[in-house]
């Protein structure tokens, strides 16, 4: 076995650990109003509609807003694969200045070609972000029909290794030890969870190590940035 080369061990060390942030998707949101509201172009590539219930919000406050799956869901502007290039409109690269892709990288088959692609698809001349969540410990889903696939699980260190020509990488966890057993042991909890108060498994979460309530997690929300 050979080391691990120097820029990865760079990369890795440079990520930022962010503390946990319990609604993401409304981060994004924030975080796009205020480019907005700064003057500045916003235009956002929208995976999959993983903003989800933020999606009419984006949409109405970006310069310009687009959708894009490899299935024709409702909602969806643009078909396309995200791991082959070859089906990515040519026009759409460098384009965006934030791409939202929640909970898809555990479904593509390629990741690191999707994540190349996510890089290729951002403007870097407008300080671009790619905002990311991905599972860790966290059960296997994906539906019967196999219209997607449930293929991948990610640590902490894997956007370092998914973008490497990356300017900054930050990085949240989702849930803490405990929260992240509890999820696994009684998969019901993802459907009630938004009932219980984040401030009431969060304090368990903290009687564990620093380590472990970054690495031991159920995943990470991360900004990439160029």
């Known amino acids: 076995m050979t080391d691990l080369p120097d820029h990865l061990k760079d990369k890795i060390r440079s990520i930022i650990d962010l503390p946990e942030i319990p609604n993401f998707r409304a981060y994004i949101s924030q975080s796009l109003t205020s480019r907005s509201l700064s003057g500045l172009p916003t235009h956002v590539l929208d995976i999959g509609t993983s903003s989800r219930a933020y999606r009419t919000r984006i949409e109405h406050m970006s310069t310009s807003y687009i959708s894009a799956d490899l299935n024709p869901y409702p909602g969806i502007d643009l078909l396309f694969d995200i791991c082959d290039s070859s089906t990515i409109p040519s026009h759409l690269y460098s384009s965006f200045t934030d791409i939202i892709a929640l909970a898809i990288l555990e479904h593509v088959y390629n990741p ?115």
């Open 112 to 226: 690191f070609d999707a994540a190349k692609n996510l890089a290729l698809l951002v403007d870097k001349s407008r300080s671009p972000r790619i905002w990311l969540y991905v599972p860790f410990l966290l059960e296997s889903h994906f539906p019967k029909d196999l219209s997607y696939q449930d293929y991948f699980r990610f640590t902490r260190d894997s956007f370092a290794a998914l973008f490497p020509d990356s300017k900054q990488i930050s990085v949240s966890p989702c849930r803490g030890p405990f929260s992240t057993a509890f999820s696994l042991c009684c998969p019901i909890y993802k459907h009630f969870s938004k009932n219980i108060p984040y401030n009431l498994l969060h304090p368990l979460d903290l009687l564990y190590s620093k380590h472990k309530r970054i690495f031991n997690v159920s995943g990470y929300n991360a900004i990439i940035e160029y």
